[in-house]
């Protein structure tokens, strides 16, 4: 009984998801969560522009990397988008810093390529990984001094637990273990998925592992420790 009643949400989930693929080759956009689409397709096919108004959260980082003199620092950012701002604008500072982006998307990788082929400049201090953030591990992870998880609550799916080595809980632990002392770790209030994100914090900040420090804008500072 409960093996058919897997077996049927299985189906439902697995049709739903040919029929958005469907969609979103049929209208040429691209996939936003690979929960709609499943994790193959959407890493295939995602691509996220900049948009301002929908999602502020690279912009509001560099401001506040810019009105916190934060130079020189090294720095992990979840998710780069097809834009790379975030390097972009990091290479005009005086001591820039150094930058690790991930992304899912083999389509924003492939941007990050062109764009570093076109100035060789920008890998120097912005080096972009295409893999899933829940992959990565203590050997895979300099130490840091300033980590965003901008997109905590958005993309971990359960079904993909095989092939990665963290939930959400385990991957802020994994963060704030690679950060140097005085770091921070940054999270956003307007991802659309902080309601699963913000019960996760609070039960880090709840037992001690983190405390805040500063708001900027969407953008929550905090950092190890009470
Ligand atoms: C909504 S876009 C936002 C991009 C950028 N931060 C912005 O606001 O313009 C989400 C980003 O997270 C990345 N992403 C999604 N799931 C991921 C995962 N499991 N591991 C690493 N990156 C992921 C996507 O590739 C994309 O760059």
């Known amino acids: 009984m409960v093996t058919t009643f897997r077996k049927t949400v299985r189906d439902i989930v697995f049709t739903n998801r040919q029929l958005a ?10 996939p936003v969560l690979p929960q709609w689409v499943g994790a193959d397709y959407y890493r295939e096919k995602s691509s996220w522009e900049l948009q301002p108004e929908r999602c502020p959260c ?7 990397l810019q009105k916190m003199n934060i130079q020189d620092q090294t ?10 701002i975030l390097g972009l604008e990091n290479q005009k500072l005086e001591k820039p ?9 083999a389509p924003e990788h492939q941007e990050y390529i062109r764009l570093s082929l076109k100035d060789r400049l920008l890998a120097k201090y912005y080096k972009v990984i295409c ?4 992959t990565l591990t203590d050997r895979s992870l300099p130490m840091l001094d300033v ?10 799916m359960p079904e993909d637990a095989p092939f990665v080595h963290h939930n959400e809980e385990s991957l802020i632990a994994l963060f704030l273990s690679k950060l140097n002392p005085g770091g921070k770790i940054l999270f956003y209030t307007k991802s659309i998925g902080w309601g699963n994100a913000e ?8 037992q001690g592992k983190i405390h805040k420090i500063e708001e900027y804008k969407n953008l929550l500072v905090y950092s190890p420790g009470f």
């Open 199 to 206: 019960p996760i914090i609070k039960s880090f900040e709840a």
């Open 21 to 30: 693929r469907l969609y979103y080759f049929v209208s040429f956009s691209r």
């Open 97 to 105: 810093n150094e930058i690790i982006g991930i992304t899912a998307s």
């Open 131 to 134: 893999t899933d953030i829940f």
């Open 75 to 84: 720095i992990f950012h979840f998710g780069t988008g097809s834009h790379h």
């Open 58 to 64: 690279d912009l509001e980082f560099i401001e506040y």
């Open 147 to 156: 980590v965003s998880l901008f997109h905590l609550g958005e993309f971990y």
